[in-house]
């Protein structure tokens, strides 16, 4: 089992959608979980933290179920500006793996006039 | 404030070549990475430094070395490059261990690399 798995998509949706994304991690020792997003030939951004009561920032909401080791991000009243890569990433918090960060291979959003 | 520099943007080897990548921090960050980009792979570690005069292997560190003689800067090189090392190569940096700060890595804007 790969440490984090995205859907890839492509999730194509119009605007003023609402969206959705979850991604699982295997590793139950992970501290910290992250959204980072990708736009087409450009450098990852952090969009967000994802803290264990769940946290919103404008149109996006995260959220972290630690049970079930899956995080999702939830996007609404999409804007063509949303159109990107988001990256689920996570930080196992233990030995090596507190030293960097593991990434999704990511989800591609499409949002269409 | 230019965050993290890469130097060059894109680059053209021939197979057996050698090149070094530059990535240069103006925040005074502690803790620097390189991860590189493959479709349908995601970022995956090469690298990373903990400090100056520090260095330390990540996933797939094979083929590549790399240095930290200054805070600052972090170099990663290739001694004689192969075409399964054609990626787009990201640098980073963060002021917290891991990234977990709140505002997690500062990301370069990348080296295309085409072995030929």
């Known amino acids: 089992r790969k440490e984090v798995e995205q859907d890839p998509g492509p999730f194509n949706v119009p605007e003023g959608a609402t969206v959705a994304f979850n991604c699982t991690y295997s590793?139950?020792?992970?501290?910290?979980f992250f959204w980072y997003r990708q736009d087409c030939r450009k450098e990852p951004k952090l969009l967000m933290s994802v803290y264990s009561s769940g946290n919103e920032d404008g149109r996006f909401t995260a959220q972290l179920n630690r049970a079930s080791q899956y995080i999702s991000l939830l996007i609404r009243d999409s804007k063509l500006s949303d159109s990107a890569t988001y990256l689920c990433v996570v930080n196992t918090g233990s030995g090596a793996g507190s030293y960097q960060l593991t990434f999704g291979k990511g989800t591609k959003l499409s949002v269409i006039p | 404030n230019a965050g993290v520099t890469q130097t060059p943007k894109f680059r053209v080897l021939k197979t057996g070549q050698s090149m070094t990548l530059l990535c240069a921090q103006d925040m005074n960050h502690e803790y620097m990475y390189w991860y590189r980009q493959d479709p349908g792979m995601g970022l995956r570690l090469i690298h990373y430094s903990v400090g100056e005069g520090t260095t330390a292997k990540g996933e797939v560190p094979d083929g590549y070395n790399v240095s930290r003689l200054k805070k600052q800067n972090f170099l990663l090189g290739l001694e004689s490059a192969a075409p399964s090392q054609t990626s787009v190569y990201f640098c980073?940096?963060?002021?917290?261990?891991?990234?977990?700060?709140?505002?997690?890595?500062?990301f370069g804007s990348g080296t295309r690399l085409t072995v030929v």
């Open positions: 980073a940096s963060s002021d917290t261990r891991g990234g977990t700060g709140a505002y997690g890595y500062t």
């Open positions: 590793n139950s020792a992970s501290q910290s």
